[in-house]
């Protein structure tokens, strides 16, 4: 398995332009979760699914974020409008739901965001 | 979730076992102690988990106290590919994949 992926690897934008990430999970995984990581505030969990299904957002930001799960395979982070204080690297993770349960995420390389 | 304490840095010598202490002394019983570990630039990356009984497998061991108040992550033989964050985290598994709270974690540093 190629594992976590996602993409782009890195993204340079201005300021008020719109951003999307892009995350395919491991196939067969059930869980899928958004994480952001800067200096300051460390590696925050932002929102996360259960088969298709967002369980728990309370970590978005604000209303400029939005992430959708479509299937199983694809997930998208989206930031509309994005502001400088958005830079951060984004990772994608996810995790297979089994017995016993294991708390096993499995995280992407990420992508790197700069807001200008 | 409990919170946990972790030293902010450590360092160690290539091929001597590192030993990487956590504080989690508000823990419930029916929460589990993980370990990540993040290096440079990359995702973090499971390690191991444990509840009451030590465990261990092929990348560390897993030693917690009788009261599970603390616990210890051991490296072993430690080379400069250990050199990472180690995140400590208390999390429930009983109610499916729970969110994970990564703190701040300890800068382990490998010496040649």
């Known amino acids: 398995d190629a594992g976590v992926i996602q993409s782009p690897r890195h993204e340079v934008t201005e300021m008020g332009q719109e951003v999307t990430l892009r995350c395919k999970p491991i196939?067969?995984?059930?869980?899928l979760f958004w994480y952001r990581q800067t200096m300051m505030r460390g590696l925050e969990l932002l929102i996360y699914?259960?088969?298709?299904?967002?369980?728990?957002d309370s970590g978005m930001p604000e209303d400029r974020f939005s992430a959708k799960m479509p299937n199983a395979s694809f997930s998208t982070l989206k930031i509309q409008p994005s502001e400088p204080r958005d830079s951060a690297v984004y990772f994608c993770a996810s995790s297979l739901d089994r017995v016993p349960r294991v708390n096993e995420q499995f995280f992407g390389p990420g992508t790197r965001l700069t807001v200008l | 979730d409990a919170k946990t304490t972790q030293p902010p840095s450590m360092d160690c010598a290539e091929g001597r076992a590192a030993n990487l202490p956590c504080n989690h002394s508000t823990i419930s019983g029916n929460e589990y102690v993980y370990w990540y570990r993040q290096i440079h630039s990359q995702g973090p990356q499971y390690i191991i988990h444990?509840?009451?009984n030590n465990e261990t497998n092929e990348m560390a061991s897993l030693i917690i106290t009788e009261d599970r108040k603390s616990s210890t992550l051991i490296l072993p033989h430690a080379t400069l590919r250990d050199t990472a964050v180690y995140y400590c985290?208390?999390?429930?598994?009983?109610?499916?994949?729970?969110?994970?709270?990564f703190g701040t974690g300890t800068r382990l540093t490998i010496i040649p």
């Open positions: 196939s067969g995984h059930d869980y």
């Open positions: 444990g509840l009451k």
């Open positions: 985290i208390v999390s429930r598994t009983n109610f499916g994949n729970e969110k994970l709270t």
């Open positions: 699914f259960n088969n298709n299904v967002p369980i728990d």
